[in-house]
């Protein structure tokens, strides 16, 4: 069974930093092309970050250009997501995602393109 298994949230202080990982099992990682999503209390899931099959293309969503860097190992079948400079509006259920795509330069930003989630990790920035 596919199974893909974030780790790293926390509790951290604004302008602090984490690091978010994801680990892959199961699936043919370089298939794939890579997301990253997170949820706020009453809020819609929305995308944060993606990366391409090659690792060559990015996409950030806006309120997190320059702080958050995605990155991904595919001899260790895991995505990574640095962020830096945490802001109280950050906090949030972050989830890793996996999309299926023919293309290794192509990112995924629709969150009903992606074919596999992972359970969540709760980021929380303390003001």
């Known amino acids: 069974q596919i199974q893909l298994v974030e780790s790293g949230g926390g509790l951290v202080q604004v302008g602090g930093s984490l690091r978010l990982s994801c680990a892959a099992s199961?699936?043919?990682?370089?298939?794939?092309?890579l997301g990253w999503f997170r949820q706020a209390p009453g809020k819609e899931r929305e995308i944060v970050a993606a990366?391409?099959?090659?690792?060559?293309?990015?996409y950030y969503t806006d309120s997190v250009k320059d702080r958050f860097t995605i990155s991904r190992d595919n001899t260790k079948n895991t995505v990574s997501l640095q962020m830096n400079s945490l802001k109280p509006e950050d906090t949030a259920v972050y989830y890793c995602?996996?999309?299926?795509?023919?293309?290794?330069?192509?990112?995924?930003?629709?969150?009903?393109?992606?074919?596999?989630w992972g359970q969540g990790t709760q980021v929380t920035v303390s003001s």
């Open positions: 199961k699936l043919t990682f370089g298939r794939y092309a």
């Open positions: 990366i391409s099959r090659s690792g060559g293309t990015t």
């Open positions: 995602a996996a999309n299926q795509q023919l293309s290794a330069v192509v990112v995924g930003t629709r969150i009903n393109s992606y074919d596999y």
